[in-house]
Structures are given as C-alpha cells and as structure tokens.
C-alpha cells in the first residue's frame, strides 16, 4: 500500500489546493518532527503546524507529486 502524504507527510512532498475562482494554494513539506510538520507555503515563508492541521487542511488537496 502507498504512503498518502496527505495522512504522513515527510520531506519533499507537495500539496495543492485550488479554491472556486481559481486560486492556487500549495504547501511544501520540509521537515517533519514527530507531529510538526514543517513546510513553506505560497509566499516563500517556512510555517509550522500539527500534524491534525497539516491533515484537515490536506483533506481538500491534491498531490502535486
């Protein structure tokens, strides 16, 4: 069975989502630590947030990769 980056992010996966008027959102998985999920969004910034975060906000998106 495949890893969903969506339920186990690791390093190097991408996620997008895009919103009704067409407004791409993607995320970048830089770093994971136990439940902290590190990426870098749309504005070039590194963010870090729960792995619950990472998981409701992933629930709408796709794999980029």
Do not use: Q
């Amino acid at each position: 069975m495949a890893r969903d980056p969506k339920l186990d992010p690791r390093p190097g996966d991408k996620l997008f989502t895009t919103t009704a008027s067409g407004k791409r959102t993607e995320r970048h998985v830089v770093k994971r630590v136990n439940n902290d999920i590190t990426y870098r969004g749309d504005n070039g910034k590194l963010k870090t947030c729960w792995i619950t975060t990472w998981m409701d906000w992933a629930r709408e998106a796709e794999t980029a990769n």
